[in-house]
T-cell receptor, first 116, second 114 residues
Framework: AQSVTQLDSQVPVFEEAPVELRCNYS??????LFWYVQYPNQGLQLLLK??????LVKGINGFEAEFNKSQTSFHLRKPSVHISDTAEYFC??????????????FGKGTKLSVKP | EAGVAQSPRYKIIEKRQSVAFWCNPI?????LYWYQQILGQGPKLLIQ????????DSQLPKDRFSAERLKGVDSTLKIQPAKLEDSAVYLC????????????FGSGTQLSVL
């Protein structure tokens, strides 16, 4: 069974500073990895995903993440954050061999708070 | 293209009452999911449908929760009777078959059980 650990429940940062949100996963099989963002009172929106190929993945809103198989990590980064990036971010994993391929396992989330 | 529609947006009930949530997936999406998101936690899969058949309901508390997807389009999730710990946001999501990388979520129904 897979699991996801988001190491920080809250990350406060000043505007225009860089940020890294950490995510580690465990799985006995190959996985797909995802980062979702949830703005207040809204549903989940996909930021980026790793399926295969290049380990550096670029997503929307200037975010990127790097898949590190040896460290089983998929950390999310942005070089310069904006106030509008304030939201909750969820890392998720899916087993690529699962018959349903639909069971996304989510971490508990990291609340990013960008201060002016 | 229209997104995943859910209603109601908010619902407040007392414990032991019944409640139902509705989801209309993106047109053509055969796979539909219901997730439960408790405050401070990530979403947890409750049930997955492929057309009108259940693919995975291993985490659905079947003594009180039920879900159906008649005609393979809209879906309803019901709780009867509700407990305090059912307070959560219930998210519906849909995708084409085996296309987890293109999963679309609705805005959710926020349930408060008093």
């Amino acid at each position: 069974a897979q699991s996801v650990t988001q190491l920080d429940s809250q990350v406060p940062v000043f505007e225009e500073a860089p940020v890294e949100l950490r995510c580690n996963y465990s799985s006995s099989v190959s996985v797909y990895l995802f980062w979702y963002v949830q703005y207040p009172n809204q549903g989940l929106q996909l930021l980026l995903k790793y399926l295969s190929g290049s380990t550096l993945v670029k997503g929307i809103n200037g975010f990127e993440a790097e898949f590190n198989k040896s460290q089983t990590s998929f950390h999310l980064r942005k070089p310069s954050v904006h106030i509008s990036d304030t939201a909750e971010y969820f890392c998720a994993v899916s087993d690529i061999y699962g018959g349903s391929q639909g069971n996304l396992i989510f971490g508990k989330g990291t609340k990013l708070s960008v201060k002016p | 293209e229209a997104g995943v529609a859910q209603s109601p947006r908010y619902k407040i009930i007392e414990k032991r009452q019944s409640v139902a949530f509705w989801c209309n997936p993106i047109s053509g999406h055969a796979t539909l999911y219901w997730y439960q998101q408790i405050l401070g936690q990530g979403p947890k899969l409750l049930i997955q449908f492929q057309n009108n058949g259940v693919v995975d309901d291993s985490q659905l508390p079947k003594d009180r929760f039920s879900a159906e997807r008649l005609k393979g389009v809209d879906s309803t999730l019901k709780i009867q009777p509700a407990k305090l710990e059912d307070s959560a946001v219930y998210l519906c999501a849909s995708s084409l078959p085996s296309r987890i990388e293109k999963l679309f979520f609705g805005s959710g129904t926020q349930l408060s059980v008093l």
